[in-house]
């Protein structure tokens, strides 16, 4: 899959493995392995949604606009 704008990752730090992101994911693209969330790249279409559920705020996109506020 090609390199988006939207590009989403996890913190290494933070996670707590809650599986919110999981759940929430519309592509099944995240999973929770070892309490840290996991992005398949294969199929996160950079939705962002799994950020604006995040009750950690670890997952980060990279212009920034999908985190959501402390
Ligand atoms: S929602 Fe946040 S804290 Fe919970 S598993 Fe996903 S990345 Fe980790
Ligand atoms: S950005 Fe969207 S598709 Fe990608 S892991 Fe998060 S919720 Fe799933």
Same mark, same amino acid.
Request: proline share 3%.
């Given at each position: 899959?090609? &390199? @988006?704008?939207?590009? *989403?990752? =996890?913190? &290494? @730090?933070? $996670? +707590?493995?809650? /599986?919110?992101? %999981?759940? #929430? !994911?519309? !592509? /099944?693209?995240?999973? #929770? =392995?070892?309490?840290?969330? #996991?992005?398949?790249?294969?199929? $996160? +279409?950079? $939705?962002?949604? $799994?950020? @604006?559920? !995040?009750?950690?705020? #670890? *997952?980060?996109? @990279?212009?920034? +606009?999908?985190?959501? %506020? &402390?």
């Amino acid at each position: 899959m090609a &390199e @988006t704008a939207h590009q *989403i990752w =996890v913190a &290494e @730090t933070g $996670c +707590i493995g809650c /599986g919110m992101c %999981a759940r #929430v !994911c519309p !592509c /099944g693209a995240m999973s #929770v =392995v070892d309490k840290q969330a #996991v992005i398949d790249y294969e199929r $996160c +279409i950079s $939705c962002g949604m $799994c950020a @604006t559920k !995040c009750p950690k705020h #670890v *997952i980060h996109d @990279t212009l920034g +606009i999908f985190a959501a %506020a &402390e």
